[in-house]
């Protein structure tokens, strides 16, 4: 019965979301308030039939209702909790049941929170939000329905995939689809504005809260995926340039470009063609994600689905969404006219730099995910583009965004004198070139490059503080009127420089981790030691273990610094019965400074001999930390109160026709 209610309340969802995509857009054309404020309503219904969808299924999870054919195929009875509810997104139709779920409450975040939002702006992004979810609600119920009935019920579940069964995994999705889905806002209020034919600082402040909750979302979603493929594939290595995590990369790439971008149409009125653009290109890139994931034109450990005909409903959803947007960009965009003027050496010649970068970047991935796909349907050709392909493309641009980055930051609007940024600059400069030769001559390597990228960190980290310095006035004011300035300074100045330092960290941790890492694969029996770069590690054998749905072969390692004992290490190897499915479990020790990381592989036929991997990572657990960081950034930004959708009290007796300064 719960799952009837489920299915119903989905179809009633359906019927709402095409209420809201056409009447709030016909009362907007009309100049109909009443019309207009139906968007409102059904915003509201749509989050509600959402929700109860939603609940439904999780519900069926939760009582490991084996009459639903989902529950079946991505749960078990001896499953964990835990992983039973992430079992409801952890496959194909749960994953669209969530995504449409997110999507309703960005909707009825606009309809709540957008008073001061112009009536007919306002009416058209819900009515374009609405269209969106029509198309993932239709693709739900007509290709992919959650509630599907197996009759007889089986008496247990299949088992959700155990690479799957990890709290890395659990909250990976739901962040990941934050962001995907928090896109949207940005590709609304873009088609909104193009079908309006009004675009100015009012609307890239509108735009700008929702581009940072869904970029800061996605930060974490990739961080946590990247972290989960850290530990649990045993491999080593946190980022494979696999075409699934290309495909959230994408979006964040495109993301930060509009982020930067919205600043200057917001502070500048410049840019706004090419705002509204990234705008449509960052979700596109995510529905594109959405795509590469569930059609089955690849395969990935990562991927829910595996089946063409789903593929060619995306397709047409995406030549639908992406090729209508472009079209109506093609047509409006040539009447959106730049208002602010300014030198190419200014802040926003630096921004401007910063999403040329930034585009060329995500192109280049975009190239090297789709390219191997193409070659196989037109020519029936299969390649692998690989990580050296992404090195000798991606990282070089990398490079002067970086050092723009430190420049930028310190330049003023409109017009900028380079020659005095870089006097500015100059203990920055020389202090990085020092930390690139001491560390060149410490790490002993034929290489200048991986030396030369933690220069770069230490580049961008100096320049944040330097920037931070003259903000405050540092050594030119008061002690007090400094600590005055740090008061007063914006919340988004503060998450901006947190950001900036993330970078820094992150750039750290992968050239140090990409460049130094040590690894040692060997066969070792029990009461055998191995050094590895100062540890000493012996192995003292293999025992049997039992988990909730899972067996176990559980080796203990103990490890040891200058003769003495510091830790116990148990890197596993997992068994799931139900789904016959072999895992592993890697041990990590981390400190601030590496991670030192054990896999136990096969045992040798009739021998206690078993195949080890020791690595010895540096700097790998600041990748994360950089991350975090990112999205404590975000955070802090998104508390600016002139972030906030709508306008000061004041204003709100103005026109509700026009567009008002939030």
């Not at 999780?58 to 039973?84: A, G, R």
């Not at 290109?281 to 829910?304: K, P, Q």
Request: aromatic share 12%; glycine share 8%.
């Amino acid at each position: 019965m719960i799952a009837e209610i489920g299915h119903f309340a989905l179809v009633l969802a359906l019927l709402v979301a095409c209420v809201q995509a056409v009447v709030p857009l016909y009362g907007a054309w009309r100049g109909d308030a009443r019309l207009m404020a139906v968007g409102n309503t059904s915003a509201v219904a749509l989050i509600v039939m959402s929700a109860v969808a939603f609940g439904a299924l999780t519900w069926c999870y939760v009582i490991s209702d084996f009459s639903v054919q989902n529950v079946y195929e991505n749960s078990h009875s001896l499953q964990p909790m835990l992983y039973k509810i992430s079992g409801v997104w952890g496959n194909h139709e749960g994953s669209l049941l969530l995504w449409v779920l997110i999507l309703a409450v960005f909707s009825v975040a606009v309809a709540l929170m957008g008073n001061n939002l112009p009536l007919t702006l306002k009416a058209r992004v819900l009515a374009v939000q609405a269209m969106i979810a029509v198309g993932f609600l239709a693709f739900s119920l007509f290709t992919s329905n959650p509630f599907a009935r197996l009759d007889p019920a089986p008496l247990d579940g299949r088992n959700l995939n155990p690479l799957l069964q990890d709290p890395g995994l659990a909250f990976h999705p739901p962040f990941l689809y934050l962001g995907y889905v928090g896109f949207s806002m940005a590709f609304s209020f873009a088609v909104a504005a193009l079908i309006e034919g009004r675009i100015d600082a009012a609307w890239a402040r509108w735009v700008r809260p929702w581009t940072l909750a869904a970029w800061t979302a996605l930060t974490l979603g990739i961080a946590m995926g990247s972290w989960w493929a850290y530990y649990e594939l045993g491999w080593g290595g946190w980022w494979f340039w696999d075409p699934v995590e290309n495909a959230s990369f994408m979006p964040w790439l495109a993301g930060t470009a509009l982020l930067h971008s919205a600043i200057v149409t917001e502070k500048r009125g410049a840019l706004k063609s090419w705002t509204v653009l990234l705008a449509i290109v960052a979700f596109s890139l995510s529905l594109l994600g959405t795509f590469l994931v569930r059609s089955g034109v690849l395969t990935s450990v990562h991927a829910f689905a595996t089946d063409p005909e789903r593929g060619v409903f995306i397709l047409l959803l995406l030549i639908v969404a992406i090729g209508g947007s472009l079209a109506l960009y093609a047509w409006r965009a040539p009447l959106l006219k730049a208002d602010g003027l300014f030198a190419p050496i200014s802040r926003e010649g630096g921004l401007v730099l910063n999403n040329l970068l930034l585009a060329v970047a995500c192109f280049t991935v975009l190239t090297g995910t789709l390219y191997p796909l193409a070659l196989d349907v037109v020519a029936a050709e299969k390649v692998s583009v690989g990580p050296p392909y992404f090195e000798m493309t991606f990282v070089p641009l990398m490079v002067p965004l970086f050092l723009a980055l430190g420049i930028g930051p310190l330049m003023p609007w409109k017009r900028a004198d380079l020659k005095g940024v870089l006097h500015r600059l100059r203990f920055v400069a020389l202090t990085a070139l020092a930390v690139w030769g001491v560390t060149w001559w410490l790490a002993t390597d034929s290489s200048p490059l991986p030396a030369f990228g933690i220069a770069i960190a230490v580049w961008i980290a100096l320049s944040v503080f330097l920037e931070y310095g003259v903000r405050l006035g540092l050594f030119r004011v008061t002690p007090a009127e400094s600590f005055r300035r740090a008061v007063n300074l914006p919340r988004a100045a503060y998450g901006m420089m947190i950001a900036h330092l993330g970078v820094a960290v992150l750039v750290a941790g992968v050239v140090a981790s990409s460049s130094w890492r040590t690894e040692i694969i060997r066969a070792m029996e029990p009461g055998q030691s191995q050094e590895i770069v100062g540890y000493t590690v012996r192995f003292d054998g293999v025992g049997d273990a039992m988990g909730p749905n899972y067996s176990a072969e559980r080796a203990t390692f103990t490890l040891f610094a200058d003769g003495e004992q510091i830790a116990v290490m148990q890197p596993e190897k997992r068994f799931y019965p139900v789904s016959a499915t072999q895992t592993t479990e890697a041990a990590i020790r981390t400190t601030f400074l590496a991670d030192l990381y054990v896999v136990i592989g096969d045992q040798s036929e009739g021998q206690d001999v078993w195949a080890v991997r020791l690595y010895y990572n540096p700097l790998v657990p600041w990748i994360w930390l950089g991350s975090l960081m990112m999205f404590g950034a975000g955070l802090v930004s998104l508390s600016d109160r002139r972030h906030r959708v709508g306008a000061p009290t004041h204003a709100r007796a103005a026109s509700a026709s026009s567009p008002q300064p939030a």
